[in-house]
């Protein structure tokens, strides 16, 4: 039963239990609708309370009903139903009261919260926006700008912050059960009637506000429509009647729900959550964490150790000798302030875990403690082989050694071990105490416990592991070596880097790929390609502009210019006026012919070379289904997320389309434009990446 209806004296206790985070599905709606008329009917009912079984009040509306015919009662009626019921009606709220949930709290007529309740509308993350009144109850309840703010920005408030907003009336100190019971007892005997949002008076307008958070989400949010859309419905709505108000809120509502982005959005939520799910991890245990080694204290050593402390972690760091431990230490302290800064963790916390958790030394020795150790230093086969020799000697017993490697073979660093079985690659993204991704790779005869070790060291420190297998550059840079290469044929053949990164940022992604570079150093891309030249092909095109630039000691932003130049005047880049010249002189001494881009073709090109990668790693087992791709470009490449990934897009934008793109761009260069023949297939048969997803055959 979904939804219980129980007497204890005089008041009524209505319980949702629908796991895992009571989702309002059609289930839960019904139920309640019932249990709210029966209170309704039940004279010698007084109050009734409404509370949640299991981990949290009601999470949100079911989003897996998203996208199907609605089925009634709609959540909008409900609330109303419990808003309108002539007696007092207690929402009793724990855990994450969001969106649906917290707009059926609104139609209650009083609010009362655990400690540790957080409240939040995060509906614009998922490309919609609270559509059962929450943009008419809120603002009238907590006011314009804290009611603003939690519609577009879609956080969490905790508590006492909902308290202080009026948002919930009471926090229960103790036991929330008994306080709520309490509290039931309070109105009874205070005589108190039932209240509503939809009575209050409209707060007042404040145009410079509105106009400026229109701004601020054009920007920030820039090609999204449900944050601009959810401004419009709270300040249309508070202008019009209460039930008029309600009816705009519901056709916006409705407008964003029938949207390709609240597709794409929903598609990177379940996706996200999908990628832990593994047949071949399952009722695996992974070890137990307390300590992590981490071999290698520069860009990334230092951020995954980072991680590591935030995640309560001991951490014992390595690097090569002392001077660079103590640089090391430096760093790590340093990150950890910027966290206290942030509001993450106290400054009293950062001490305590610098001085507690963290050790930085240039003794191997350290690492016998150690449960999993991740090697970050250069990407160096040599110094990988000098480090495995090293931990292979003093890691204890079934410790998980994991590398960071960028591209290296993992089956090769495994054997640089006697115990390839323990070893996995753990590929972080840079700043690694801030992004999410993980991949994890297994190599041949890495054991189960230690990927599912893997995923939950990702677990722990919050981040998103996707399992990926061992190839050069794993899921993520194996297919942005394939775009990179179309971007790079298009600048030789005469598009400017400027122009490339202008079209792409205006389809979405946070950065163009030159931009990247800067950010990256050019001396990646550089060395890289030194490594890869002796397996290069006849036909390959090689970007001899980015070793130009190399050489002329322009490595992006740490020299302050690479593709941009960067100074005082434009810290974040601006464009050079020489560049241009320099790459058309570079085409004619190489004897290329000059020709014009539009930004349609710079974008097809870039999204099929993206696609058509992607469709190889996903038939070769690199990914284990198009939706583990998916995320990985979400989260570890700036793809925007309103696109749901590439292979989202890819079924969106039709696969025979961009079958046909490949095909047209390989009558000019038939060596790198070659249709995978998994896109082929699922172009010719009708399928779709979403179908192999859920299990279909190509
Ligand atoms: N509908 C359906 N399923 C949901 C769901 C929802 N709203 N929220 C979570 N789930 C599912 C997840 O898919 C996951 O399923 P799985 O175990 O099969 O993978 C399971 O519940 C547990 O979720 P998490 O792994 O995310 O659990 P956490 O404990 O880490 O987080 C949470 C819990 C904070 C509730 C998080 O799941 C969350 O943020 N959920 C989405 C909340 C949300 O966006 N609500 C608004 C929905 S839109 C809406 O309400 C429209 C309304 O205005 C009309
Ligand atoms: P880095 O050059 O910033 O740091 C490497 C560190 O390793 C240096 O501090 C060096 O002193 C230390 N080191 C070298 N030999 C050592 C040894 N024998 N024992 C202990 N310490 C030693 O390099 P970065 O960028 O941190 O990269 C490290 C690894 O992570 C590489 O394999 C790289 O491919 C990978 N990686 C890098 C990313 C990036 O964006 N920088 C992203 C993801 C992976």
Known sequence: MTVTYARDGDVAIIGIDNPPVNAASVGLRSGLGQAIDRFADDASARVAILECAGRTWIAGADISEFGKPAQPPYLPDLVSAIETVPKPIIAALHGTALGGGLEIALGAHYRIASGDAQFGLPEVTLGVMPGAGGTQRLPRLVGLEPALEMITGGGRIDAARALELGLVDRIATDDLNAASRQYAR??????????????????????????????????????????????????????????????????????????????????????????????????????????????????????????????????????????????????????????AKRGKITTTDCETLMSGMFRCTSDYNALSTADLVVEAVFEKPEVKQQVFAALDQVAKPGAVLATNTSYLDVNRIAQMTGRPSDVIGLHFFSPAHIMRLIEVIGAD?????????????????????????????????????????????????????????????????????????????????????????????????????????????????????????????????????????????????????????????????????????????????????????????????????????????ADESGLAQIVASIRNYARQDDHFWQVAPLLETLADSGGSFAGLNKGDKP
């Open 445 to 649: 005869k890495t054991r189960p416990e230690a990927l599912a070790t893997g995923f939950g060291l990702a677990r722990r420190m919050g981040k998103i592991a996707v399992r990926a297998g061992n190839c050069d550059g794993f899921i993520g840079n194996r297919i942005l070596t394939h775009y990179r290469a179309a971007a790079d044929a298009m600048v030789l053949d005469g598009a400017s880097p400027y122009q490339i990164d202008r079209a792409l940022t205006k389809f979405g992604f946070a950065m163009g790929p030159y931009a990247v570079s800067d950010l990256a150093g050019l001396d990646i891309g550089f060395l890289t390609r030194q490594r890869k030249a002796p397996d290069r092909h006849p036909r390959d095109r090689v970007p001899v502009f980015a070793d130009r630039l190399y050489e002329m000691g322009r490595l992006g932003r740490k020299a302050g210019r690479g593709y941009y130049i960067y100074d005082d005047a434009d810290p974040n880049g601006r464009e050079d006026p020489e560049l241009d010249g320099f790459l058309s002189q570079l085409r004619r001494q190489s004897g290329l012919q000059q020709r014009v881009f539009g930004e349609e073709e710079i974008v097809s090109r870039y999204m099929a070379a993206m696609v058509n990668e992607a469709a190889r790693v996903v038939a070769d087992g690199t990914a284990s289904r198009p939706l583990d791709v998916d995320v990985v470009m979400l989260n570890g490449y700036g793809f925007p997320r309103w696109r749901g990934g590439p292979m989202h897009w």
């Open 186 to 339: 309070f109105l009874i005997d205070s005589g108190a009637g039932p209240r509503s949002c939809m009575q209050l008076p409209p707060p007042p307008m404040n145009d410079e506000v509105v106009e400026g958070l229109r701004a601020r989400m054009a920007q920030k949010h820039r090609g999204q429509i449900a944050h601009l859309r959810a401004i419009d419905a709270v300040i249309d709505g508070l202008k019009l009647p209460s039930d008029q108000g309600l009816a705009q809120e519901r056709e916006k509502f409705l407008e964003l729900m029938n949207s390709p982005q609240r597709s794409a959005l929903i598609h990177a939520f379940f996706a996200e959550r999908a990628v832990a799910r593994l047949p071949e991890l399952a009722g695996v245990a992974a070890r137990d964490l307390a300590a992590m080694g981490v071999v290698g204290g520069g860009t990334m050593g230092t951020g995954i150790a980072a991680a590591g402390l935030l995640a309560g972690l001991a951490v014992i760091l390595v690097e090569r000798d002392e001077t660079a431990a103590g640089k090391a230490a430096n760093a790590v302290a340093h990150i950890l302030q910027g966290a």
